[in-house]
């Protein structure tokens, strides 16, 4: 179940961060998740005590600088990158969800520094809160609601919900976006899911007329012969790139709009080892564009 949002009205902010953080994949002994290419999504699963999420979502917008750094340090924002942020958040976001397989909530904290997002989940043990996960994304290539296109809630298999993460990244001619899908599991969150969501190459050096090539694929839950599972949807076609102008919103439309053929794989819900796992099974190929 999800509740009702609590988002806090971005501060005015200029800024120009030219930073590459690194976090940390170490985790403790029993690492939840199996590894993965997560692309731009920087993780780790570093539990760690936390304050309640009010509390740090009022100090990551405080007007002092040192609760603003120590808040930022429990977000699990490295030290060596505090000295250059020197403005508050332009944006902080709080969202509580159950992601496991009870009605128990945790916190999910996003904070947007641009270029920089990060973010982390926290459950409570015992009536105290712990951090559990955080992660970042160098979201530098990204245009619109970035933090709630960062981090949001969807609902999931089972009855419950799970934690979608998109992180992008590119160089010349080319841009990357990858979905990673979550859910807590004895207070521990584990990766159940993750793809390449979109992907466009547009080869300035190649002999014109430029082409672009462009992947788009998205996730939607089903419920098959009252297994639960979802769908991954996937479409590839090629557009001049003289048709690729315009904000970024507008060439997300342009590239569902040039979509002809799509595919679908079923993947049904594994609730004893608590992942996806491809199934064998036919759908029909129902496309659903994302929203995002």
């Known amino acids: 179940m999800v509740s009702s949002p609590i988002i806090f009205l971005p501060c005015t902010v200029a800024m120009s961060l030219a930073l590459s953080f690194s976090f940390s994949s170490s985790a403790q002994a029993s690492e939840p998740n199996p590894k993965a290419d997560l692309g731009s999504i920087e993780l780790s699963y570093i539990h760690l005590p936390w304050p309640t999420p009010e509390s740090l979502t009022k100090s990551l917008q405080a007007d002092d600088d040192q609760t603003r750094i120590r808040a930022l340090v429990r977000m699990g924002v490295p030290e060596e990158g505090l000295a250059k942020i020197d403005e508050k958040p ?41 951090r559990i996960a955080n992660f970042s994304c160098w979201c ?17 298999p089972d009855g419950g919900s799970e934690l979608v993460i998109h992180a992008s990244g590119g160089g010349t001619g080319v841009y990357t976006q990858n979905e990673a899908r979550f859910r807590c599991y004895h ?13 466009r190459s547009c080869d300035p050096t190649a002999p014109g007329p430029t082409q672009c090539h462009v992947k788009r694929r998205w996730f939607y839950p089903i419920d098959r012969d009252s297994i639960p599972g979802s769908v991954l949807v996937e479409s590839h076609f090629n557009f001049p790139a003289t048709d690729f102008s315009g904000v970024p919103s507008e060439r997300r439309d342009l590239e569902l709009s040039h979509a002809k053929t799509f595919s679908c794989t079923v993947f049904t819900w594994d609730k004893e080892k608590f992942v996806y796992k491809e199934s064998s099974a036919s759908s029909p190929c129902k496309p659903q564009p994302p929203t995002q």
């Open 90 to 130: 332009s944006e902080v976001q709080l969202l509580y969800a159950s992601l496991g397989t009870n009605d128990a909530q945790q916190a999910i904290v996003a904070v947007r520094i641009a270029p920089m997002l990060f973010g982390a989940v926290a459950t409570q043990e015992r009536g105290v809160w712990h």
């Open 187 to 199: 207070r521990e969150l584990h990766l159940v899911f993750s793809f390449t969501s979109r992907f």
């Open 140 to 156: 530098k290539y990204e245009a619109g609601d970035l933090i709630g296109n960062f981090v949001h809630v969807e609902a999931g």
